[in-house]
């Protein structure tokens, strides 16, 4: 057995532990050591040297299992290509084999109580001070931030966005950790507060102006891709577990699966899993195929897919009634989950807009 399916047992047992308790700090050691992180970084940094398929493969297998696994596979591989892909060649040698072998945990604070999908009002100062810079400002819904040890942290500077990694071990550095959220419990959310905390020059990627269109736009389309992935693994795991519980639960003498509502019912969740699962792989290869329609193709995938995740995992916990709504219950869980993804890394109104503008660019004999 591989140390990626040893893992995905234990989540299977573990999961609903997790969701009550937070993830466990041990557990970002086993996603370490089962090649979770850096999947597609290169592999002179300790990375899998995977193409987008691969990526997706494996965000879809964890999100079948728990939300707060697949977060953390998320988010450590999208801080690591933001890295990757604007980070100095000195950047790239000190930070990426940190975050492929996961020495250090990583997170990304962009969300304000301001600034939510619109990052271009963020208002955390990143003000040049002597040789480096001072950062402050108060940073919200932080995935992993109650654990990280260095957080990928946009803000604003006079010269436009910057966009720095800051270690967290800093005095200056407050977390709140979050509990009790609608979704993700496991995931370690915090709010943090940064009070002028150093910033050397070093710690900065790419130049003021691009940190948050180009350094956080590549985290973020990291993390849409993944969360498609995983939102699709989702929706079929409620699929499979309303599918098993329909065919086995017997009310008086007639079983769930011989009743027309609830077949129609998986018929259009079978439906609607199939399509997510088709824009999920067109992303991935016109990712793969570095495809300029890469990027909205990519929202549109993590869009269908967190549409089917609700809908699908709403519908499952419908069908299995009372056990739907129990503790340890997994199609509650993901239809608590499923709501959430629907919000992060660009809310569901926002992509439609995003993807009605790529529709108007298009002449109709060029739809593909």
């Known amino acids: 057995m591989s140390d990626l399916d040893a893992l995905l047992r234990a989540a299977q047992t573990e999961a609903a532990e997790w969701d009550r308790l937070g993830l466990p700090r041990e557990v970002v050691a086993a996603a370490a050591a089962a090649g979770l992180f850096g999947v597609d970084r290169p592999e002179k940094f300790g990375g899998g040297g995977a193409d987008a398929h691969e990526v997706g493969r494996i965000a879809a297998q964890v999100g079948a299992v728990c939300t707060s696994l697949r977060s953390l596979y998320t988010v450590q591989g999208l801080v690591a290509a933001a890295v990757d892909r604007w980070g100095t060649a000195e950047q790239r040698e000190r930070w990426l084999p940190e975050f492929t072998s996961g020495a250090l945990v990583a997170g990304l604070a962009a969300t304000e109580a301001g600034a939510g999908s619109d990052l271009s009002a963020v208002s955390t100062s990143i003000i040049a001070d002597g040789a480096g810079y001072r950062l402050s400002g108060r940073k919200l819904w932080v995935s992993f931030g109650a654990l990280a040890d260095v957080l990928l942290v946009v803000g604003r500077a006079p010269a436009g966005m910057i966009a720095a990694l800051v270690p967290t071990a800093q005095p200056a550095i407050t977390v709140e950790p979050v509990t009790d959220?609608?979704?993700?419990?496991?995931?370690?959310?915090?709010?943090?507060?940064?009070?002028?905390?150093?910033?050397?020059?070093?710690?900065?990627?790419?130049?003021?102006?691009?940190?948050?269109?180009?350094?956080?736009?590549?985290?973020?389309?990291?993390?849409?891709?993944?969360?498609?992935w995983g939102s699709l693994g989702m929706a079929r795991a409620c699929l499979d577990d309303a599918g098993a519980h329909a065919r086995t639960r017997v009310q008086g003498d007639t079983r769930l699966a011989d009743h027309q509502m609830v077949r129609a019912s998986l018929g259009r969740s079978w439906v609607q899993v199939?399509?997510?699962?088709?824009?999920?792989?067109?992303?991935?290869?016109?990712?793969?195929?570095?495809?300029?329609?890469?990027?909205?193709?990519?929202?549109a995938a993590k869009y269908a897919a967190a549409e089917a995740a609700a809908t699908v995992s709403e519908r499952a916990v419908q069908i299995l009634g009372a056990a739907g709504c129990a503790p340890d219950s997994r199609v509650g869980r993901f239809f608590r989950d499923a709501k959430v993804m629907q919000i992060i890394e660009g809310a569901r109104e926002v992509a439609e807009q995003d993807i009605g503008e790529w529709v108007l660019r298009e002449r109709p004999e060029e739809s593909r």
């Open 181 to 228: 959220q609608l979704g993700m419990r496991g995931a370690r959310l915090a709010h943090i507060t940064f009070d002028a905390v150093a910033v050397p020059t070093d710690d900065v990627l790419a130049r003021p102006g691009f940190g948050l269109s180009h350094v956080v736009g590549t985290a973020l389309d990291h993390g849409r891709f993944t969360i498609a």
């Open 274 to 299: 199939q399509g997510a699962q088709a824009l999920c792989a067109r992303a991935a290869e016109q990712r793969a195929d570095r495809d300029p329609d890469a990027l909205t193709v990519t929202i």
